[in-house]
């Protein structure tokens, strides 16, 4: 991409990912989308967000990709879903946006995380950019469906600081029904970081209706509590924020009726994990 297609700081940041983005990349050729997923040199970024405290450990900034291959029925950011609805943005470029804030990040003991979409959708502008920011003294997550996992490496996963993983369903047919994904490589990518010892969050999304079984929910603490490196679960609960993104999008919402989870629930669920030992919230 030339220098005059860079995109203004205006097009580049976000109040929050809630803002509805498309089409902002679909004058990019199709080769040249090509070439970017194979090198990595330029990514496609719905936005970049400061000020975050929930995606990671301290004050983060984060980087939402477009591209992602699940369709949780939940998901809060389905304009995400498709890359080309992002900002095409070069990795030099991407790579001076968390350089301004460097020395601040240090200070709030915070970071920058790659988020999305499925940041492993762009598994090498993922990589370089980590490995960049890593060399800046900047803490890294990155938060991922798990799925794609197996695209990176265990030497570029030491650029990763901390993994935030997402696992939507302990249940095979659940994880389908909510995602229209097998839950069996995001399995494999939890076991392999374990196996590496790489510290994860886990994040769950409690739906009623969906992501409420309490036997699955018991199963998955303990499976979580074997891997040895969970150092936090975040039991999140189900809103409805996204739900005008699906209306604007033209998509099927199905949740249109469910319910946020109570209180009690969520409560019970977060006790369910630290009766596994885990620091849960
Ligand atoms: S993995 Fe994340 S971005 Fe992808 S559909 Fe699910 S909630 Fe949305």
């Not at 205006?10 to 809630?18: N, T």
């Not at 997550?141 to 369903?169: C, F, M, W």
Request: aromatic residues 8%.
């Amino acid at each position: 991409m030339d220098k005059q297609r860079q995109p203004a700081e205006s097009q580049l940041q976000a109040k929050s990912p809630f803002e509805l983005r498309v089409n902002l990349g679909r004058d990019v050729p199709e080769s040249d989308v090509r070439s970017a997923l194979a090198s990595g040199e330029m990514g496609f970024v719905h936005s970049f967000t400061t000020g975050s405290t929930v995606d990671g450990p301290g004050v983060r900034v984060v980087a939402w990709t477009t591209g992602c291959q699940f369709r949780c029925l939940y998901c809060h950011n389905p304009d995400t879903w498709w890359l080309t609805n992002g900002v095409p943005v070069t990795l030099a470029r991407a790579t001076e946006e968390i350089r301004k804030y460097k020395d601040d990040l240090k200070i709030m003991a915070g970071g920058f995380t790659l988020s999305g979409g499925e940041p492993l959708m762009q598994d090498r502008f993922a990589v370089k950019l980590f490995t960049k920011v890593k060399a800046m003294g900047v803490h890294t997550a990155l938060d991922t469906n798990g799925a794609l996992g197996g695209r990176i490496s265990d030497d570029e996963l030491r650029h990763i600081d901390l993994v935030l993983l997402d696992i939507k369903n302990w249940n095979p047919e659940g994880h389908r029904k909510l995602t229209g994904m097998e839950l069996a490589p995001v399995l494999s990518f939890a076991k392999r970081l374990a196996a590496l010892n790489r510290p994860v969050w886990l994040r769950y999304v409690l739906v009623p209706g969906y992501s409420d079984n309490l036997d699955d929910i018991a199963q998955l603490a303990r499976f979580c509590r074997e891997l040895g490196n969970i150092q936090r679960v975040d039991v999140l609960p189900f809103h409805q924020m996204g739900r005008f993104k699906w209306t604007e999008l033209k998509l099927d919402y199905t949740l249109a009726d469910v319910i946020p989870p109570s209180k009690e629930l969520v409560q019970h669920v977060c006790d369910q994990f630290r009766a596994e030992a885990l620091k849960a919230y």
